[in-house]
Nanobody
Framework: QVQLVESGGGLVQPGGSLRLSCAAS????????EGWYRQAPGKQREWVAT???????KYADSVRGRFTISRDNFKNTVYLEMNSLKPEDTAVYFC?????????WGQGTQVTVSS
């Protein structure tokens, strides 16, 4: 079975940084595409970033230049490095892997940006 375990969320001041991790079992990240999504209270889940099996990276306009997605194939883990955080980045962040119909999601980790 596929399981994604996320970690790294927490409380940070505006302008600060956090690194989120998503460790996988039951699937090989290097053979798939992975993504990060987020959902703020009262809002729909939105796409944040993607890294494909060949290493191509894509970002939403709202985070481009501040966030970096990466993958460690030896650890079978994807990361989201978040810099220059803003209060509007506050959300539950989710990672996923795969393609329709076999898409798997992590449990989510809370990121709160507040002074």
């Amino acid at each position: 079975q596929v399981q994604l375990v996320e970690s790294g969320g927490g409380l940070v001041q505006p302008g600060g940084s956090l690194r989120l991790s998503c460790a996988a079992s039951g699937i090989i990240f290097a053979l798939n595409s992975e993504g990060w999504y987020r959902q703020a209270p009262g809002k729909q889940r939105e796409w944040v970033a993607t890294i494909t099996s060949d290493g191509t990276k894509k970002y939403a306009d709202s985070v481009r230049g501040r966030f970096t997605i990466s993958r460690d194939n030896f650890k079978n883990t994807v990361y989201l490095e978040m810099n220059s955080l803003k209060p509007e980045d506050t959300a539950v962040y989710f990672c996923n892997v795969g393609s329709v119909p076999n898409i798997y999601w992590g449990q989510g980790t809370q990121v709160t940006v507040s002074s």
